[in-house]
């Protein structure tokens, strides 16, 4: 996590996170922590709120007679999960995601399993249309407590400068 403290009066400061355009280099690596463990409870709320009635999400009886004999941790609630552990790294400062891509799914996640990710730089391009922006790619993979890959993306984000004033405006 990229945090810094900025001095906002006498005796005075405030945390910032995240990474600026300018700190993002190709082929650098951040690693995303602390872990995250999914609960059933995790798993059901998610699967509920999204309106997910698929049956492999929350029915034991039902598991019993699929390959897994247990729930499997509805795919968008790990893609959310592997996302949201990647906020303080990489888009912290984030002004809009442009787009997700190449987005699998290659091992099952089930209650109990703690996730992990990291993600590489792939791509970096100062804004065409925005002064003091630029546009960042980069390609996420969360893995489990095993080291099996679970998810992986790309996501490609237009990032503030270090010179942007919504910071300043926003009082961050």
């Known amino acids: 996590m990229v945090w810094e403290s ?3 009066g006498e005796n005075r400061y405030r945390e910032r996170g995240g990474r600026y355009f300018e700190d993002f280099k190709v082929g650098d690596i951040y690693e995303h922590r602390p872990g995250r463990t999914i609960s059933e409870t995790d798993n059901t709320w998610f699967t509920l709120l999204t309106m997910n009635q698929h049956p492999l999400h929350f029915d034991a009886a039902y598991n019993e007679h699929t390959e897994f004999k247990k729930p499997l941790v509805n795919s968008c609630l790990t893609l959310s999960i592997v996302t ?3 906020v303080s790294d990489v888009s912290q400062k ?3 995601n442009l787009g997700w891509n190449d987005i699998k799914l290659p091992h099952p996640v089930f209650h ?5 990710s990291e993600s590489e730089v792939i791509e970096t391009r100062p804004s ?3 002064p003091g922006q630029g546009i960042v790619k980069v390609k996420t993979t969360g893995k489990n407590q095993n080291g099996d890959i679970v998810c992986t993306f790309e996501r490609t984000m237009l990032i503030m400068g270090r010179d942007n004033e919504l910071e300043k405006k926003a009082g961050y």
């Open 6 to 8: 900025v001095k906002v």
């Open 84 to 86: 949201g552990m990647s």
């Open 94 to 96: 984030t002004l809009a």
């Open 112 to 116: 109990g399993d703690t996730l992990y």
């Open 128 to 130: 065409k249309s925005r």
